[in-house]
């Protein structure tokens, strides 16, 4: 039996040159027999076609046009984000470039658990991390699987660290002065506090860590109060533990952004620590026409970008950026395998404290090839054409009476409903052309009414695209 070609390596080139003309072909079939943004069918209908191709998924003998046939299957049966009719989540269809680099980062496989398994990753990583976190306005960042994994590193730094910038100023001082301050001054568990419209990675983050149910504070206006922060704060019961204020910089929903410069400020009046979950609106920071949307995201202790939002690259691209990188120092983990004293002293980088996890592919190389490629204002246009593509859809639907405009969009959400449909209605019209293919459109609910979303990321869409949609959606809508 001859051995099958590895990816790497000297004959890799070769090997994967071949190979990759199957994957191509087998897209572009795939893509044309689906002929649109969504299988039809539903659920059922895409497993049975899934079932045939694959087959026995364990099969005795092996068979070499299986590459083509579930590459062609699963682009087939896919939701294409680059398809303008698929506009329901902040699933961005990747830029071609981005794709190509993290070819390269699979053959390569290098794991960035210890330095002799990926030195140019590293590297590589420790430049371009650090350069987002300062064009952030902050100190440092780490890679994560994107906003999820940022939001729960960012609950588990706030709860190790246990002190905010604020009371460690003050240690510092009273340290200064001669007087031993506590290291950590609060008595309790963190307490996480958000408001309603935080994404629910925050709250399952306390779940997992074992915290306290969140202080959850309303939000009718769609936006955290800074008033209302303020007063949950000044109630919360004593002893009181450390406090964690987590501000969201672009809602799932409606793609709104807290008041952050107000916020922050009360947070450092009431000595909590301050996390923003910028992983929607963190783009805005490419765009000098949408960057002051960011205003007070440098005061943060943490912050939550995701590149594979807006930053057009393959899942995963998550970052969590620090303003200390001290902070950090809670994620050491010493494996003598891995990072061995004697070796991190002869100048070995000691990877185990850049991750909570052990095995990590190098997300940051796609990331990386993509800004320079395209520099910040090659990014910036397309975080400009997708808010301008948000605002004429807006303006289309306005324009239109047989359908209802939530409101004006901040990002490139923009909410909306058959007008005087019900509930039932909306959420039919939904279900329907996701069955039938014809288009992916979101669900929020808002005000206590239930809206459709279409969260626009294709910077290739036109406006006669947009047109479509709306046609579908009052071409489906019961009278």
Not at 374 to 381: D, E, K, P, V, Y
Not at 432 to 446: E, I, P
């Amino acid at each position: 039996m001859s051995m099958p070609p590895l990816a790497s390596g000297r004959q890799g080139a070769a090997a994967l040159r071949e190979l990759t003309g199957v994957v191509l072909d087998a897209l572009e079939a795939g893509t044309r027999a689906r002929g649109g943004p969504l299988p039809a069918g539903g659920p059922r209908a895409v497993a049975a076609r899934v079932r045939d191709a694959l087959g026995e998924p364990l099969p005795e003998s092996g068979d070499p046009a299986a590459l083509a046939d579930l590459v062609r299957t699963l682009a087939e049966g896919a939701a294409d984000p680059a398809d303008p009719l698929c506009a329901a989540h902040l699933h961005c269809p990747p830029l071609a470039v981005a794709a190509a680099a993290d070819l390269a980062a699979s053959v390569l496989n290098p794991s960035l658990d210890s330095w002799d398994q990926a030195p140019a990753a590293s590297a590589l990583e420790a430049l371009v991390t650090r350069a987002l976190a300062h064009h952030a306005g902050l100190a440092d960042a780490v890679v994560t699987t994107g906003g999820t994994e940022a939001n729960q590193l960012a609950v588990l730094l706030a709860r190790e660290t246990r002190e905010t910038h604020a009371t460690r100023a003050a240690r510092d001082s009273r340290e200064t002065a001669g007087t031993p301050a506590p290291r950590h001054p609060h008595a309790g568990p963190l307490r996480l506090v958000h408001g309603a419209n935080a994404h629910h990675s925050l709250r399952r983050a306390a779940w997992l860590l074992g915290l306290p149910e969140p202080v959850v504070i309303p939000t009718p206006a769609g936006t955290l109060d800074p008033a209302a922060l303020h007063t949950a704060l000044a109630t919360l019961p004593e002893p009181r533990g450390p406090v964690l204020v987590a501000a969201t910089a672009g809602t799932t929903d409606a793609g709104l952004i807290d008041p952050l410069p107000d916020i922050a400020a009360r947070c450092a009046a009431h000595g909590a620590r301050l996390h923003i979950d910028a992983a929607y609106a963190g783009g805005l920071l490419f765009s000098d026409r949408h960057r002051p949307k960011l205003a007070g995201l440098h005061t943060a202790d943490t912050v939550t970008l995701d590149l594979h939002k807006l930053g057009w690259q393959p899942i995963a691209a998550g970052l969590l950026a620090v303003r200390d990188p001290t902070d950090l120092t809670a994620l050491h983990q010493r494996a003598d395998y891995l990072n061995a004293d004697d070796d991190t002293e002869a100048g070995l980088p000691d990877l185990l404290g850049r991750s909570p996890r052990t095995s990590r592919r190098p997300d940051v190389l796609k990331t990386a090839v993509t800004l320079r490629t395209l520099g910040r204002t090659g990014l910036g246009a397309l975080v400009d054409r997708v808010c301008a593509l948000a605002q004429e859809l807006a303006d289309l639907v306005a324009d239109r009476p047989g359908l209802e405009l939530h409101d004006r969009p901040t990002l490139s959400t923009v909410l909306f409903r058959p007008a005087g449909a019900p509930d039932t209605a909306v959420a039919a019209v939904r279900r329907t052309l996701l069955t039938d293919g014809h288009a992916v459109l979101g669900r929020a609910r808002l005000g206590g009414r239930l809206w459709l979303k279409a969260t626009l990321l294709n910077p290739c869409a036109r406006p006669h695209d947009l047109a479509t949609l709306l046609n579908l959606v009052e071409g489906h809508t019961p009278r």
